[in-house]
């Protein structure tokens, strides 16, 4: 079936001479004559059944329709141009896949393990999006979102990668003596993440120690900013310990009560169904999930698999 669609020397003639404001500029700018180019909106407009400038003594004016014709004309002609550039960089291998991230997770997890993702998938190319058009997979923009949370949000599909193991962490010494059990961490302020207010409560009651004071103290609403108030001493935090083990291994944290217990929310990499067969969906989650079996507890000391093939389109 043919796409009921316009050609494209008509659109790309549409966005300049919107953006140029006169057929004589968008001329100069698309290297051919007046005459073409108002011959080619005169065409579109026909073929619309819709005016999209108003004739005036003062030039080229947008109308209503036109204003809205053009804020979706442009964002679709910058993604043809982005997926021809990104084709012909990579000779149609490989390409961008473009992802959403928890700024958290993205600074302390995975950015550090990107070099690694180069080595194993040369051909693969990250592009980071903002975290918050994650949560739309309507956007035709998005391939993939890492989110926290329990592994269930509609519309989408989801794997585990990591996150679930949470330990309460504080500054050495923030205790004068160590804590024996999880009524002694309430001797000090506990710290909380604003999106995740039932951490607390729910280690406590998994320690077996439910308590109503497990609500109490500052909140903070990312865990990069809930460790650093751990580091200043500001209080004892539960964070995941993959955002942690560098701290941890450089002795600018501590886990003062070692209780074993696992969270109900951890991190996910989503995607809606219609993109799961990307070929750079496929390899990204691949690695994600080689990284999540792998469980590092340096990420300097990660083994890079030998003999992959690049990434195909």
């Known amino acids: 079936m043919r796409r009921f669609c316009p050609s494209i020397t008509d659109l790309q003639a549409f966005e300049v001479t919107a953006r140029q404001g006169s057929f004589t500029r968008a001329a100069h700018e698309m290297c051919i004559t007046q005459g073409a180019v108002s011959k080619q909106i005169k065409h579109l407009e026909t073929f619309l059944g819709v005016d999209l400038f108003l004739r005036t003594r003062g030039g080229l004016v947008l109308t209503h329709a036109g204003h809205s014709y053009l804020h979706d004309v442009r964002a679709s002609l910058n993604r043809i141009e982005a997926a021809s550039l990104a084709l012909i960089a990579h000779q149609g291998l490989g390409g961008t896949l473009n992802l959403t991230c928890m700024p958290s997770f993205a600074a302390k997890w995975l950015i550090p393990r990107l070099p690694k993702l180069r080595r194993r998938y040369p051909d693969l190319h990250i592009g ?186």
């Open 128 to 313: 980071f999006l903002p975290h918050r058009m994650g949560y739309d997979f309507s956007s035709p923009d998005v391939d993939a979102a890492v989110r926290f949370g329990n592994g269930v949000w509609p519309g989408s599909r989801a794997d585990y990668i990591v996150g679930k193991e949470v330990v309460p962490v504080c500054r050495p010494n923030l205790f004068k003596t160590p804590p024996e059990s999880p009524e002694d961490l309430l001797s000090r302020p506990l710290l909380h993440h604003t999106t995740a207010q039932q951490s607390w409560p729910d280690w406590f009651r998994d320690a077996g120690h439910d308590t109503p004071h497990s609500r109490e103290g500052a909140r903070f609403d990312q865990f990069t900013l809930l460790t650093q108030a751990a580091i200043a001493g500001f209080g004892t935090a539960l964070i995941p310990r993959c955002l942690v083990e560098e701290e941890l291994q450089d002795g600018k944290l501590i886990v003062p009560l070692d209780v074993p217990i696992t969270a109900h929310n951890g991190y996910y990499l989503c995607y809606p169904e219609h993109k799961s067969r990307l070929p750079t969906l496929q390899a990204f989650r691949t690695w994600m999930l080689d990284a999540m079996e792998a469980a590092p507890t340096r990420v300097n000391d990660e083994d890079v698999p030998a003999g992959e093939a690049a990434l195909s389109a």
